[in-house]
């Protein structure tokens, strides 16, 4: 029975994950489009997007997600999150320059990082910055 527990706990924190990472990539895109097409280049876009992206992604993570009534986040923590937002920071700069140099479309080339991103920066999450200690 507890084991069944621990199955549907993981499963309903991936689905609240997932649910803060789509609210956080509409921040993300709808940011990036609008700064892509009007104000800078796609690479600085990727950066500045990105960055609101985690402040909106850290915010409800810790009020929905990664949740534990015992303790407040710590400063080691924040720091961690911030480092596996790095992690996806990079990822998307790069796949979003390297793949919009060789012409495809930026939104697909977005798309691509998102893919990329999401699933090391879960992992990172779930298994280090979140980790049951």
Do not use: C, E, N
């Not at 990472?21 to 990105?50: C, G, R």
């Not at 999150?81 to 390297?98: E, K, M």
Request: glycine share 6%; proline share 2%.
């Amino acid at each position: 029975m507890a084991g069944r527990l621990g199955q549907l706990a993981a499963r309903l924190m991936l689905a609240r994950y997932l649910i803060v990472s789509i609210v956080s990539l509409w921040a993300d895109t709808a940011l990036f489009l609008a700064l892509s097409h009007w104000v800078m280049p796609a690479s600085w876009a990727a950066f500045v997007a990105y960055a609101a992206g985690m402040v909106v992604h850290w915010v409800l993570s810790v009020r929905f997600v990664f949740t534990d009534s015992d303790r407040r986040p710590s400063h080691v923590q924040r720091a961690s999150f911030v480092l596996s937002g790095l992690i996806g920071l990079a990822i998307t700069v790069g796949l979003v320059s390297a793949l919009g140099a060789i012409g495809t479309p930026l939104l697909l080339a977005k798309g691509a990082a998102v893919l990329v991103s999401f699933t090391a920066v879960y992992l990172v999450r779930k298994y280090v910055v979140f980790a049951r200690r």
